[in-house]
């Protein structure tokens, strides 16, 4: 990694770390851009309902992981999350498309959380790497919705 100013006050730790989410960020950005053209894999689908279940797919993950971790407190609160993530996907199937972007973008939001608070055990590179694949995912279809592309 280049010394520059960013990084020259860092201690040989954080450098690691920083250097260890590389790998995660990149894949996620790929896997972003891969999701935003999934609809094209499931043409007979509404690109809307792709959409919908994918979020719902993401969302149900941190289920397996808060199983894996095995504590109930972590279990309900991640069974809760994932279905307030499931109720938005089911509105957006009819609903305005930007509710995919506000679901994709919420849960970014919560793999961010949960990257800093560690609150679900041994899940280390996950949350850096989802968060990056639900903003990218968002960030195209919001290009994609502002330039009137329909979803429904």
Request: aromatic share 10%; net charge positive; hydrophobic share 60%.
């Given at each position: 990694m280049p010394r520059n100013a ?10 690691t770390r920083l250097r260890s ?90 793999d961010l959380w949960q990257h ?37």
């Open positions: 960013d990084t020259s006050r860092l201690t040989g730790a954080s450098r989410l590389r790998a995660p960020i990149v894949w996620g950005a790929v896997v972003g851009v891969i999701q935003a053209a999934s609809p094209i894999g499931f043409w007979w689908l509404n690109p809307a309902t792709v959409y919908a279940l994918e979020l719902s797919l993401i969302a149900a993950v941190y289920i397996g992981f808060s199983v894996a971790d095995g504590r109930a407190k972590v279990i309900a609160v991640e069974c809760g999350v994932a279905l307030v993530f499931v109720i938005i996907a089911a509105a957006a199937i009819t609903g305005p498309a930007w509710l995919i972007v506000i679901g994709l973008t919420g849960h970014g939001l919560k800093r608070t560690h609150f679900v055990a041994n899940t280390r590179w996950w949350p850096p790497f989802c968060a990056v694949v639900d903003w990218v995912a968002a960030a195209i279809l919001t290009i994609a919705i502002t330039a009137g592309v329909h979803l429904n």
